[in-house]
Structure formats: structure tokens, C-alpha cells
């Protein structure tokens, strides 16, 4: 209970919104409303039991491309039992081609690429093309079979990226803000503490090196202090907007955010209230 005083002290000492929050949910609060739509937050400190802010975290958002943290997840997993995979080489299929692939933008149906630049490209650009190849490589059923085991209960992948017909009939992808902040408190701790969770801590780290260079750096890493370290993955679709993010990774006292929209139709105001939010998280709990 002392904790929970302090965070909420902080946060009204130092959140920018109009009116003095009192707390740190007060201060989630008053961002999410100046937002059109629905906004969905989940932040939580390594080494503390619970969230430090839940707000809407179990609402089911549309994951967009953050829902590739997942595919990663389960790549590495599968990795440590076949080492080898990560150095394979697969062929792209027509129908993994899509838009949204910066990386694969010149690729031709047939074209080989190891698995890693894959995954590489999946995250740091969120090469859609590159995403389809890994699912189409491991499976539907594998990569959901990992989100069972996580005890991630909003979680689903049912579509490739960009699948219209799949769009029409429903098959959405999707998460929550306490699901997938959950996975990367998961990823954060085996490395941070060098014990498995989710994967190996040697999985964990690598997974966290590749979230690092993610490009996408318009959301919660401008609410942080310039020069944070933030290892995130963002995701946007017509009306959506969501960043999840380790900050500080590498630090004495690393946290993750979750950040989700949905219904927007303002996008300036929703990425205005995900800064809001990470700035009034990391006065409450950043190092």
C-alpha cells in the first residue's frame, strides 16, 4: 500500500494535463478521456507484484501489428529446440505478398530469405510480407498454442496480415493491453533476471535487442525523457493506434507499458493521449 501512495503522489506532482491529478489512475484517466475512442493501458514494474496502472486491460483491442510480439515469441521458442531454423532459408509464397513491407517491397514470389533477417524485418520495420512468411512457417495453431500456454486469454491470431477475404468474415487478430504487457514483463524478466519465462534468458535478450531498433518511435517514446531506452512495438489500423513497450530494458528499473486504442477518429488526439500516458508512467514509476 505505501507503494501504491508513492506512485500516485508522483504522478500528480508531474502529469501536464490541466487540472492536479491525484493519482496515477487519475492521470491515465484524464489522457483517455481527452482521446476520441476507447483507450486501454496496462504498466507494470519488474520486481513488484501487480500492475502499477490498469485501465481497461482486459478489453479486447484490435492488435494491428503488435500482435507480431507473439509470432516472435513463439519463432524463438521453437528455435531453442531446432537451433538451425534461424539460419534456414524460406521461399515467399504470392499469397504471403502484401503491402506495408518496406523490407520485402522488391521481393518476388520465390525468393529465398533466412528466417532471422525474417523476424528482424518483422519487428524493426513490421514488414508485413516478412510476418505472413513466419506464420505461414509455423502455424496458426502453433503460434495461438503459445499464447494459451502465457495465459494470455484475449489474445488470437486468426489471419494472415492483410487478408481482405479473412477481414470480411471476421477473423480479427487481437489483444489486450494486460495480456501482451504481460508477455513483455515475461520477455523484460528472463533477461533482466537471467531466468526462463517465456523463453530462455538468452532468447529473451536477443528478442529485446531486436525490439530496441524498432523504427516507429512516435508514441510512447515521445513522452519519455529524450535518449530512453525503449524496446517497443507499435501497431496501427483504420481507427487504431497502440504501442507496447519494455522501457529502459537495459536499466536498474525497467517497465513495461501497454498502450491500445480503438474507435478512433481523431488520430492526432489518440497518439497525444498515449504521449500523456507514458509521461505520466514514467514520473510514477520510471528509475
Known amino acids: 500500500m505505501k507503494r501504491i501512495a508513492f506512485v500516485a503522489g508522483a504522478a500528480a506532482a508531474t502529469f501536464p494535463l490541466g487540472a492536479r491529478a491525484g493519482s496515477l489512475r487519475d492521470a491515465v484517466e484524464q489522457a483517455a478521456s481527452s482521446s476520441s475512442g476507447i483507450v486501454g493501458v496496462y504498466a507494470r514494474r519488474l520486481g513488484f507484484d501487480g500492475a502499477a496502472v490498469s485501465y481497461n486491460s482486459e478489453e ?14 513463439t519463432l524463438y521458442q521453437v ?7 534461424m539460419q534456414s532459408s524460406i521461399r515467399l509464397r504470392e499469397s504471403d505478398m502484401v503491402g506495408g513491407s518496406d523490407f520485402l517491397a522488391q521481393a518476388r514470389p520465390g525468393d529465398a530469405f533466412k528466417v532471422a533477417g525474417l523476424a528482424h524485418a518483422m519487428i524493426t520495420k513490421s514488414d508485413n ?8 512457417l509455423l502455424g496458426f495453431d502453433r503460434i495461438n498454442a503459445t499464447a494459451s500456454r502465457s495465459n494470455l486469454k484475449h489474445t488470437q491470431l486468426k489471419r494472415h496480415f492483410l487478408d481482405y477475404t479473412a477481414i470480411v468474415r471476421h477473423s480479427e487478430n487481437l489483444t489486450s493491453p494486460h495480456d501482451i504487457g504481460a508477455l513483455l514483463y515475461q520477455i523484460e524478466r528472463g533477461s533482466h533476471e537471467g531466468i526462463r519465462t517465456i523463453a530462455s534468458p538468452q532468447s529473451c535478450r536477443q528478442m529485446i535487442e531486436i525490439l530496441l531498433q524498432q523504427e516507429d ?16 512495438k507499435t501497431g496501427e489500423v483504420d481507427y487504431v493506434r497502440n504501442d507496447v513497450a519494455i522501457v529502459d ?4 528499473a525497467p ?3 501497454a498502450v491500445m486504442t480503438k474507435g478512433l477518429n481523431d488520430y492526432s488526439a489518440g497518439l497525444n493521449a498515449i504521449r500523456h500516458i507514458a509521461k505520466a508512467v514514467n514520473a510514477a514509476i520510471g528509475g
Do not use: C, H, Q, W
Open 60 to 73: 479486447r483491442f484490435p492488435a494491428a501489428s503488435v500482435i507480431k510480439l507473439l509470432i516472435l515469441v
Open 217 to 232: 518511435r512516435d508514441k510512447i517514446v515521445r513522452g519519455l525523457p529524450k535518449g530512453t531506452p525503449v524496446a517497443n
Open 255 to 257: 517497465y513495461v507499458l
Open 249 to 252: 530494458p537495459m536499466g536498474d
Open 129 to 136: 510480407t516478412a510476418s505472413n512468411a513466419l506464420i505461414t
Open 79 to 85: 528455435a531453442e529446440r531446432e537451433p538451425a531454423i
